[in-house]
């Protein structure tokens, strides 16, 4: 007799869980963070802040990185409707002053403090709370796929972070930015080996370092 293979899990989407344990303790007002473009060759590091609305949620809110381009701009253009949000950068000049895992910290600081209404907590995605936050926070590991919050803010993120690389490969055609975000493709490689650095390039990271230095790095 023939086996029914077994039913697929349903994949896990975020929820109102967080926001929801926050609200039972008091909070009026809670915050999700998320960044985009910590692991780019080129190009700022961006976060978002998002407190979403108490009615009227966009629905299909996800980890950026589970959705297309379309729907990751056509949910972008409702939570800017409807949500308090905002969007804040650290320059490439701040990733070589601060390295990027701090200047990652400063884009959530900044997006936070740029909100129009000041929240009693923030949820932020990720292991760590930024040492300058100046608010309440939780940090939750894997917090864009778990809080309807946070994922709005990677939306975000994702969103404003992408549009910056396209309008920044119109000033420096050949890397590919357009569809690559300056993340470390081959194409991106190749054209970075040929073409040389930009401004933008962030020159500290070793992947750039070696393919700029390739003799050094023989010797590191």
């Known amino acids: ?21 926050c609200f ?8 999700g963070v998320d960044e985009a473009g910590r692991g780019p060759l ?21 980890d950026s990185k589970k959705l297309e381009a379309p729907e990751r701009a056509r949910l972008a253009a409702r939570i800017e409707a ?23 910290h400063l884009a ?8 129009a209404q000041t929240p009693c907590v923030v949820l932020v995605d990720g292991n760590r709370i930024p040492r300058d936050l100046d608010r309440p926070a939780r940090a939750i590991v894997g917090g864009d796929a778990l809080s309807l919050s946070i994922a709005a803010a990677s939306i975000l993120a994702k969103v404003a972070r992408d549009r910056i690389m396209v309008d920044l ?4 055609p050949g ?10 493709t081959a194409e991106h ?16 990271f070793p992947a750039v370092h070696k393919i700029l230095c390739p003799e050094l790095s023989l010797t590191d």
């Open 108 to 115: 959530m600081c900044r997006a936070v403090a740029a909100l």
């Open 189 to 204: 490689r190749t054209a970075l080996r040929d073409l040389g650095p930009t401004p933008f390039h962030r020159r500290g």
């Open 82 to 104: 409807c949500a308090i949000w905002a969007v804040a950068h650290a320059s490439v000049e701040e990733i070589a002053a601060l390295n990027i895992y701090h200047a990652s």
């Open 24 to 31: 039972a303790e008091g909070a009026t007002l809670v915050c």
């Open 169 to 172: 490969a119109q000033q420096h």
């Open 175 to 184: 890397y590919g930015w357009e569809r690559n975000m300056g993340y470390p």
């Open 1 to 21: 007799m023939p086996v029914s293979p077994a039913p697929r899990p349903r994949r896990q989407r975020p929820t109102l869980r967080h926001e929801r344990a």
């Open 42 to 62: 080129a190009g700022p590091v961006t976060a978002a802040a998002v407190i979403l609305p108490a009615r009227g949620i966009p629905r299909g809110l996800d």
